[in-house]
């Protein structure tokens, strides 16, 4: 009986991984003559598959990777089928399919027949991501608590590979033990770097601040759409309250429309700015927004030029 | 009375158009025809009668007497309920080549009144480039009885390889006095009319509105407001908030009644009459979110929409401003506001007031360009306060 391993999933990272496990292990039990082919199942009928898997003169073993199962046609399921059933031991198939309702026949008829199944489903919760990285830092010989665990997904985001790589990097450098104070010594400022924070940073007049948060955000994938639509709204607070006048956070909160936590920040911002100043950022801002979205050339120059010109009117 | 009484000012086009009108039922007799195209291309400015100018034609084309404007041929044609008069006006933000094409499959077929098949397209400027080559080639080579009329702002707004394939027409900004003569004829008041077509700069559809609606005259005078409210910054921010507020207030009134009823509309054709326990019919949240979608992207628009008329009065007070600061001899577009015109013409310079228009027109630019509402009035506010 051949070896048969069906991945079922979209995760691109685990798929990857499960891919290349099935095909190292293929390797290592047949010897140095191994023939390796990477199909698409959209581009292969069952004629296809008898000639990948058939007896050739030198290659004694041979691995057949069938990636997007779901497209694949009905010969095709049956010859793979049959295949799985009592084909040459010398072959090793690998289904790839990425769940989902279309060509389930394929994922139930494998299964049937005995094939040995790796589910590689999207990640989507933060805690299965958590998850993941405490996985993910076992397999590299260490261990890291929930905590350190949840610091670290919240620092890189969502990106399965860069989590990976960070888990490595932190068990190579640091050693079997990971807490968050390790992960914060790596990824301190990562996590609370948004548009919000960085247009914090730019009314408050602290250009170094601001850009260093701006190219953390952008690292983190924040859209610049966000961080223009961030500066703008602080600008507009910051206008609002200083025209609603003198008064207590709480007594203008009403009137503006607004939280009272946000009027009292407002009002610390307000020293630093004077009215005209206040017109030229806005203005600027504006100029930005157009260039993001689509108006200039680089959407990551016109957001950081606005930065610039904000933070500098500030400290007028 | 004809179908071409409804445009206003357009003297020379409605010869040309006439002309062809006869030509085409010479065609249809069998006796010549010389003088009628298979493609023509009304151009104009906003309000000018672009859309009015094609449903004439396609009326005149189908009417037996060349466009009496009485008969039930004159009338659906006008409407848009005509067999043979196919009215495409995208309601969103572009229209796509997979509509066109099906707009192509259904301009081939016979006329099923057996004179012309018309395809009338408003804003054909909305078309995408691919939806356009998809239609050129029907547009070179025409079926036998099919008529194409496209209607866009300018020849410009159209790939090279359109235009060239449509006769043009142009119509100009209808004079004031044909608008305001128009609107008395209607039954307006003469010194209403009068007042609106100034205000409107000639254009039609929105004259008729603020003839005739109340809250279009109230919410053109809060618009004009804003050059008071600039005073200070903080003031800026409020006038662009009210702004872009009494926009989407507008757009929400236009669509809102129209989105509902879309939606119900869709659900009975599909077949979910509701009830507990019912299956929901196949593929129908795929047809509503596509339906949502399209919703959204007209929704959008008709915000734009609101805002440019705004921006657009906008700039006319500035321009009256000017026009009363250089001391020209051309009537103001906001007579009514001549006091308001006047203190700002003598309080400012008209370099200011080059400066202020060029900021209106900048922010029209900006809201095209998908920059936000808010954020591009507020800007355009405070470089109207610094002048």
């Given at each position: 009986m051949p070896r048969v391993t069906l991945v079922v999933g979209d995760e691109e990272l685990l798929v990857a991984r499960a891919v290349q496990r099935a095909v190292q292990a293929?390797?290592?039990?047949?010897?140095?003559?191994?023939?390796?082919?990477?199909?698409?199942?959209?581009?292969?009928d069952h004629i296809d598959l008898a000639e990948l898997t058939s007896p050739s003169l030198f290659a004694e073993a041979?691995?057949?990777?069938?990636?997007?199962?779901?497209?694949?046609?009905?010969?095709?399921?049956?010859?793979?089928?049959?295949?799985?059933?009592?084909?040459?031991?010398?072959?090793s198939l690998v289904v790839v399919h990425p769940g989902g309702a279309k060509g389930k026949?394929?994922?139930?008829?494998?299964?049937?027949?005995?094939?040995?199944v790796v589910e590689a489903a999207k990640i989507k919760s933060t805690r299965d991501r958590e998850q993941f990285v405490v996985?993910?830092?076992?397999?590299?010989g260490g261990s890291i608590d929930r905590d350190a665990a949840a610091d670290l997904v919240a620092s890189i985001g969502t990106d399965l590979r860069e989590l990976s790589?960070?888990?490595?990097?932190?068990?190579a450098d640091i050693g079997p033990r990971i807490t968050t104070d390790h992960v914060a010594a790596y990824y301190r400022g990562r996590a609370e770097s948004t548009g919000f924070a960085v247009a914090d940073r730019a009314v408050e007049g602290d250009v170094a601040a601001a850009l260093e948060t701006l190219r953390w955000a952008f690292a983190t994938g924040v859209d610049p759409v966000l961080?223009?639509?961030?500066?703008?709204?602080?600008?507009?607070?910051?206008?609002?309250?200083?025209?609603a006048g003198r008064g207590s956070p709480d007594t203008l909160a009403g009137p503006l429309g607004m939280p009272p936590w946000k009027v009292r920040r407002a009002q610390g911002w307000l020293k630093r700015w004077k009215p005209d100043a206040l017109a030229d950022a806005v203005r600027a801002v504006a100029d930005a927004d157009a260039g993001i979205k689509g108006a200039g050339d680089d959407a990551a120059f016109a957001a950081e030029s606005a930065v610039i010109t904000v933070a500098g009117c500030a400290a007028r | 009375m004809g179908v071409f009484d409804e445009l206003i000012g357009q003297r020379e086009v409605v010869a040309v158009l006439e002309t062809a009108v006869l030509a085409a039922q010479s065609s249809i007799a069998g006796t010549g025809g010389a003088g009628m195209t298979h493609a023509w291309l009304f151009t104009g400015p906003p309000g000018s009668g672009r859309s009015v100018a094609a449903r004439a034609f396609a009326a005149a084309l189908q009417c037996a007497d060349g466009g009496c404007g009485l008969c039930h041929e004159c009338h659906t044609s006008m409407t848009g309920a005509h067999a043979d008069v196919e009215i495409v006006a995208p309601a969103g933000l572009s229209y796509g080549v997979a509509e066109t094409r099906d707009l192509v499959n259904r301009a081939a077929l016979a006329p099923t009144r057996g004179r012309w098949q018309v395809t009338i397209v408003e804003d054909a400027d909305r078309f995408t480039e691919q939806a356009l080559n998809a239609l050129l080639k029907s547009i070179e080579e025409p079926p036998p009885r099919g008529v194409f009329l496209l209607c866009a702002p300018s020849t410009e707004d159209l790939l090279p390889t359109v235009r060239s394939r449509c006769r043009h027409v142009t119509?100009?900004?209808?004079?004031?006095?044909?608008?305001?003569?128009?609107?008395?004829g209607e039954g307006a008041d003469g010194a209403v009319a009068a007042f609106a077509a100034r205000a409107a700069q000639g254009h039609v559809g929105r004259a008729r509105r603020l003839a005739r609606d109340a809250e279009a005259q109230q919410r053109r005078r809060e618009v004009l407001e804003l050059p008071t409210q600039v005073a200070t910054v903080g003031g800026c921010f409020m006038a662009a908030a009210n702004l872009v507020d009494a926009a989407k207030e507008e757009a929400a009134r236009i669509i809102e009644s129209a989105d509902s009823a879309e939606t119900s509309a869709l659900r009975e054709s599909l077949g979910d009459i509701g009830g507990r326990g019912r299956a929901k019919p196949r593929g129908m949240s795929a047809a509503l979110s596509d339906l949502e979608r399209r919703q959204k992207s007209r929704a959008t628009r008709t915000q734009r929409d609101a805002l440019d008329r705004a921006l657009?009065?906008?700039?006319?007070?500035?321009?009256?401003?000017?026009?009363?600061?250089?001391?020209?001899?051309?009537?103001?577009?906001?007579?009514?506001?001549?006091?308001?015109?006047?203190?700002?013409?003598?309080?400012?310079?008209?370099?200011?007031?080059?400066r202020r228009i060029e900021a209106v027109l900048g922010c029209r630019e900006a809201v095209d360009a998908n920059v936000a509402p808010l954020l591009a009035v507020e800007a355009m506010a405070l470089a109207l306060h610094q002048g």
């Open positions: 293929a390797l290592a039990g047949g010897g140095p003559d191994v023939a390796v082919h990477d199909v698409m199942a959209a581009e292969l041979r691995v057949v990777v069938v990636r997007g199962a779901q497209d694949a046609g009905k010969d095709l399921v049956t010859a793979m089928t049959t295949l799985a059933t009592d084909g040459d031991p010398d072959v026949a394929v994922v139930e008829a494998l299964r049937g027949a005995g094939a040995k996985d993910e830092v076992r397999e590299a790589t960070a888990c490595v990097q932190l068990v961080v223009s639509a961030a500066l703008a709204s602080n600008l507009r607070t910051i206008a609002l309250v200083g025209a | 119509l100009r900004i209808p004079p004031y006095a044909d608008v305001a003569a128009h609107l008395e657009t009065d906008l700039a006319a007070f500035y321009r009256d401003v000017l026009v009363l600061q250089l001391g020209s001899d051309v009537v103001l577009v906001h007579g009514d506001l001549e006091r308001t015109v006047q203190r700002l013409a003598n309080t400012s310079s008209p370099e200011s007031t080059l």
